[in-house]
């Protein structure tokens, strides 16, 4: 990358690279190797590691217990760990509960979670999705009900992330029907061992448990888990739908992703030659590396607007798509470089379980799969139409 990181900033990328190598349990690199699932105490494990290094929450200031790191130290460190072939965090704790409780949480609130945030010891869901409510969110029926100091909460919660791998899900509930359906949009944490609460799974097309559906019955959340104020629900919303669509680690994923297509690249050949030398190919790729280049120098723009503490609006929309657009091309030049033998789409294979003989190397048996998941990235966190529908009215003024 071609951006002017000092040799401190390198040092420190390299000692976060180091202790990624040193640590990272060597099931967890195989299994985000190879594409196989994680299980919640791999995900568990893994963020606890980062943990004792304070690098979980690697965008907290020191002031909230956080490392305390700069623009350009957030950006390395993040892509070390990718680079180091992590996976992903279960993030909705450090990313998107964790500022929403520094902002509007009560002192008992944050003595109560954010420690355990920071610590990795509990991990958070986002329950905001419902049948009916997606992109047009404030239709949202999920109901909440003040019975005493509980709120009795009804209704069905959708696509929730690792929800099965959670501890807690920060919701958005209807408190009451006003006029203008974002008035009466309350925010709960719900603790999802509570009587009630019912987690369903939803396979996806890559055949992996990501998502979840939660039927909540008559579940009793206490007034003490609401976050600010009733009907104060939308406004905690929009504060963290800048943080959610933020996006910046995608870079690094995404860099990840064109170091393999570049391996992959390398290895596969067309009539004899090389496919990384077939310049259409090569074009292509070029491309993409040109297009990570952009959204890396945006991302770094977008993470100073955070630390001065701009609102992170626009910027993050076209940060989401050009990241989210990267990821999926890049997962396309991949099942085109695997051509037909990136057709198999075995989980047993995947996972080393299968006693049929593999056809070509490795990498090919993911292919299909990541496809599949890659598809659903331009519609997570607010789909594409959506966002350049933001950008329409608020960038453009249309
Ligand atoms: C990978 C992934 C992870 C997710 N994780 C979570 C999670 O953890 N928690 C959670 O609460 N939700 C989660 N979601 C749900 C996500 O927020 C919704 O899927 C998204 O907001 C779209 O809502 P919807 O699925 O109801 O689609 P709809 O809103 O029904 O949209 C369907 C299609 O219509 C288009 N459309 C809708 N309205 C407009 C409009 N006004 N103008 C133009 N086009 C429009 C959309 O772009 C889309 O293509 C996740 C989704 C994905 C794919």
Known sequence: ???????????????????????????IRTKVDRGIELTRDDFARWMRILSTQNLAAVNWDKKDGGPGLSIAQ????????????????????????????????????????????????????????????????????????????????????????????????????????????????????????????????????????????EFLTDVRVPVADRVGEEGEGWKIAKFLLGHERSNASYVSINKRNLKKLKDIAADQRVDGAR????????????????????????AMRQLASAAADKPVGQEASILKIRVMDALKRGHELMMEAGAYYAQPFEQAQIRGESNASQIGPDYLYRMTPDYFESRAMSIAGGSHEIQKDILAKRALGL
């Open 74 to 213: 957030k950006f390395l460190a993040e892509e070390a760990i990718f680079l180091g072939g992590a996976p992903r965090m279960v993030h909705f704790g450090t990313r998107m509960v964790g500022p929403v409780l520094l902002a509007f949480g009560t002192p008992e609130q944050k003595a109560r979670y954010l420690p355990k945030i920071i610590a990795s010891e509990e991990i958070w869901c986002q329950g905001y999705s419902e049948p009916q409510a997606g992109s047009d969110l404030a239709q949202l029926q999920c109901s909440a009900k003040l019975d005493g100091d509980h709120y009795v909460v009804n209704g069905v919660k959708i696509w929730t992330s690792y929800a099965h791998c959670a501890d807690r899900m920060f919701t958005l509930v209807r408190t009451s029907k006003e006029p203008k359906k974002q008035d009466g949009i309350t925010c709960l944490l719900i603790d999802l061992k509570a009587p009630g609460v019912e987690i369903r799974p939803i396979i996806t097309l890559d055949g992996k448990h990501h998502f979840n559906q």
């Open 275 to 298: 496919l990384a030398d077939e310049p259409a190919f090569r074009a292509k790729l070029s491309e993409l590396e040109i297009d990570l280049q952009a959204a890396a120098t945006m």
């Open 1 to 27: 990358m071609d951006m002017n990181f000092t040799a401190d900033e390198l040092a420190f990328q390299k000692k976060v690279a180091d202790f990624v190598e040193a640590n990272l349990p060597p099931d």
